[in-house]
């Protein structure tokens, strides 16, 4: 039996199909006869079209098909929700009627012979609008209670505000993030083919089962009449997490062509076509006695979301929880607008909840002459005081004094321009993180063969956190053998049915099936054979051993509040004549349960810290408030961090957790928290650096100056 595998690093075992170019993304895959399809958008955001002349894109050279709302089939658009999507609201019909309701939102479809015929036909096409007026400005819409029970937006503990008001040390500050956008390398593609009334999606998703069950709705199919197949995912963040218009726009193009058809969106596109982190303000009122104690906590926030649908997230959540404090009071609204609807990108709600939190508190910190590490080890909690319940564990205190210890955070000065290297102004800033854990309904199956190899399959989803590599070691380790002898398969719907990726939740729940799976395997081959060792019992018994497991979360969250929690520490310089800011070193300690691959782990940590960086310091899609047009739909005015941007230092801490309540394999989760916290350490670094408060996101040079 092979030594123990989870909790060793091991490298990507698809790294090599990725490197070389041998993994087949959702555009890449060679479907016979294919069509290609490209959208016309609506250049304005709320009204409805007057008429389309389509005339000369009809007569262009390749053009197959064109529809719009005139000639599109009626599609039956069934009633279906998955997790991702809004809770309250209707989404979009495409090429139904019409109405806009958004820029950008499809208005006609072109499937045509070439990519390059689609595209020009579909720029030849003439649309005029009966505008309306739009809400596109989210300053200027007033902010609305959630559907549902007001009770469930605005939440209270104590007597925040009466408190707030006695507290000898008060901060009450307005924080704003704009909006992002997600920018994964790949772009989203579908192509879709159709057997009579069945119809196969290779499709890029992080979760298959979602899509064939949405599109199945859309066209009024059985759910097993699709098949949605994705392999590989190059990055999504979150994106990914619905079944967006353009997959049943391909899926349309292919039924009124009766040949397969591709689409897939251009950078632009992106912007328009799938969600986004949405807009958020929010106000942070935070009162302390002397010593540093809390006494009471108002928060409120409110987000864009589209006139159709009332997307909602985490934003306020972990304030609830995150420090000690007798008097709470949150409150969550909404602003509806002519826009598409946001939707849930990397650490959603708890990234933006938090920034505003912890610069709030680095703000209380400095107000008390106190160290920020010192405040927050001060108001450490002993037991969630929203929920009423015990932890599973919490190892926020070690991880304060862990990434302290590696940062060398003694050395630091606490006067705001006191540390300079040169003419550069040095920043030390320090944040919290949290996010929680996340356990979902997963299957998986294992099969044995007689050659001593396994096959283990579940229709997760991997848009780059080690999904193949991670289940292969899980699954090797429990079967007792080499990872090389282990093949595992995902991203098909013809697989065991797995949970959305996304929330931190895929090891958590694909992991124990997979764990439960392979351990039914090898239990029965061994029992059947009379041995010890697997690959003997196997070629002993000649003859495949297929065991398939079910695993869900029981009723630990009605006796534990679970959560993995973090700190950041952050190194700034500052040129104090360009106002131009540099990230030196980040530091980033995590309890974060059981770590299966230290290795990608860490790698999800990195990537965590980078995209922080792009959240303070760069990512901001310019909304014209005219129409709700994004100006810089590119990635040449929309920035991202590159190498150039990536710290020198980025060093990961895993703080030795143990966690028996959470799941099977005792971990909580990586990708989220990894961003959480990155944000308001970079921002308290900048103002302890030059002793200006940036409360508004991204803190670029024109803010300094």
Not at 179 to 185: Q, S
Not at 489 to 498: E, F, S, Y
Not at 519 to 544: F, H
């Amino acid at each position: 039996m092979t030594a123990a595998l989870i909790g060793k690093s091991v490298s990507r075992v698809d790294g090599r199909l990725k490197v070389t170019g041998a993994a087949t993304y959702a555009a890449e895959f060679e479907v016979p006869n294919l069509a290609h399809a490209a959208v016309v958008r609506s250049i304005v955001a709320n009204g409805r079209l007057a008429s389309i002349d389509t005339a000369e894109a009809e007569r262009a050279p390749g053009v197959i098909a064109l529809v719009t709302h005139r000639n599109a089939p009626k599609l039956a658009y069934q009633p279906h929700k998955g997790l991702p999507d809004a809770a309250v609201g209707e989404r979009l019909h495409v090429l139904q009627d019409d109405r806009v309701t958004h820029q950008g939102q499809p208005i006609a479809l072109v499937v045509a012979e070439t990519l390059e015929q689609a595209v020009y036909a579909a720029e030849v096409v003439r649309v005029t609008y009966r505008n309306e007026a739009a809400a596109t400005d989210v300053a200027a819409v007033d902010p609305v209670l959630p559907t549902g029970k007001p009770a469930e937006w605005e939440i209270r503990r104590g007597e925040a505000d009466s408190a707030f008001e006695q507290a000898e040390f008060r901060v009450d500050q307005t924080y704003v993030i704009p909006r992002e956008n997600h920018n994964p390398i790949e772009m989203f593609a579908t192509i879709a083919s159709w057997e009579g009334d069945s119809l196969t999606l290779w499709d890029k998703t992080q979760w298959v089962h979602n899509v064939a069950e949405e599109i199945a709705a859309v066209f009024g199919i059985a759910a097993e009449n699709v098949r949605v197949i994705s392999p590989f995912v190059g990055g999504a963040f979150g994106s990914g997490l619905r079944c967006w218009p353009h997959v049943t726009l391909a899926a349309l193009g292919a039924r009124v062509d009766g040949r397969p058809v591709k689409l897939v969106l251009s950078r632009r596109e992106m912007y328009y076509g799938v969600g986004y982190r949405p807009h958020t303000v929010q106000r942070v009122a935070l009162g302390a006695s002397r010593d540093g104690q809390l006494q009471a906590i108002r928060h409120e926030g409110h987000q864009e979301t589209s006139t159709y649908e009332e997307f909602t997230e985490a934003l306020l959540s972990a304030t609830r929880f995150l420090h000690a404090c007798p008097n709470v009071h949150t409150r969550h609204r909404i602003a509806p607008m002519h826009v598409h609807t946001p939707t849930y990108m990397r650490a959603p709600g708890e990234a933006s909840g938090i920034y505003a939190l912890e610069s709030a508190m680095d703000e209380l910190a400095v107000a008390l002459s106190m160290d920020p590490v010192d405040l927050r080890l001060r108001n450490e909690p002993d037991r969630d005081e929203f929920k009423d319940l015990p932890f599973s564990s919490r190892s926020t205190k070690e991880c304060y004094r862990a990434a302290a210890e590696r940062f060398g955070w003694s050395q630091r000065t606490a006067e705001p321009r006191s540390m300079r290297d040169g003419r550069l102004l040095i920043g030390w800033g320090m944040a919290s993180a949290t996010y929680p854990m996340n356990y979902a309904p997963a299957s998986a199956l294992a099969r044995l063969l007689p050659d001593g190899t396994a096959e283990v399959m579940s229709a997760a989803s991997d848009m780059g956190p080690g999904t193949w590599t991670s289940m292969t070691q899980v699954a090797a380790d429990t079967l007792g053998l080499p990872v090389e002898r282990v093949k595992f398969t995902l991203g098909d719907t013809r697989l065991p049915r797995a949970p959305v990726h996304g929330g931190s939740m895929t090891m958590a729940s694909v992991g124990s099936a997979v764990q439960a799976a392979c351990r039914k395997a090898r239990e029965d081959a061994l029992a059947r054979a009379g041995s010890n060792d697997l690959e003997e019992a196997m070629e002993r018994l000649g003859q495949v051993i297929e065991a398939t497991a079910d695993v869900a979360p029981g009723d630990e969250t009605k006796r534990f509040s679970m959560h993995a929690f973090g700190a950041v520490f952050v190194e700034v310089a500052v040129d104090p004549d360009l106002g131009e800011t540099r990230v030196r070193r980040i530091v980033g300690a995590y309890g974060a349960g059981r770590v299966v691959n230290p290795k990608i782990a860490r790698s999800q940590c990195i990537g965590g810290m980078i995209g922080g960086i792009g959240m303070a310091l760069m990512e901001h899609s310019v909304v014209d408030p005219r129409n709700g047009r994004v100006t810089n739909a590119n990635l040449a005015e929309y920035a991202v961090p590159v190498h150039a941007d990536a710290p020198p230092v980025m060093d990961v801490i895993f703080v030795d957790e143990h966690d028996p309540h959470v799941n099977p394999l005792g971990v909580k989760g990586l990708g989220e928290i990894a961003l959480v916290g990155v944000a308001p350490a970079i921002a308290n670094a900048i103002f302890h650096a030059t002793g200006k408060r940036v409360r508004e996101l991204p803190i670029t040079p024109d803010k300094l100056l």
